[in-house]
């Protein structure tokens, strides 16, 4: 399988894991925040494929699932590295911005595009969702 790496702006984490088996775009309004961007792009793998190293803090707040949702960020320069939420246990969701190389990923898939910023226009070709599918 193979291995990605990536890490935080100013490299005090680092990490290793699997391929993800999902990449998603998610246009919520958490993600907005979270990234400080227009949208997350998040990538799905299993939190026994990934290796962390360096300290993290965390975040928990309510996401829009109606379900808790912690974030794990760089305590030096605040990189967002990894989310769990509670709707999938067992998984993490990496942001996808912090690997060594983001071209080695691509969505297949947008989520909570209700909340899409209106000048947001992504290529075609990924399944969409209002919300969360189940």
């Keep these: ?27 919520c309004r958490d993600c907005q925040k979270w990234t400080g961007s227009a949208f997350g792009l998040l990538a799905r793998l299993p939190q026994s494929a990934i290796e962390i190293l360096g300290a993290l803090k965390t975040f928990t707040k309510t996401a829009d699932s109606g379900k808790p949702i912690v974030r794990h960020f760089c305590p030096e320069c605040g990189s967002p590295i990894t989310e769990e939420s509670a709707a999938a246990p067992g998984m993490v969701y990496l942001n996808a911005g912090t690997l060594d190389d983001p071209t080695f990923v691509t969505p297949t898939t947008e989520i909570y595009c209700d909340r899409e910023l209106s000048w947001v226009q992504l290529s075609g070709g990924m399944q969409r969702f209002a919300e969360m599918p189940t």
């Excluded at 935080?8 to 391929?19: E, F, I, K, N, S």
């Design 1 to 27: 399988m193979p291995e990605i790496k990536g890490g935080c702006l100013c490299g005090a984490v680092r990490y290793t894991a699997d391929a993800p088996d999902l990449v998603v775009v998610c246009h």
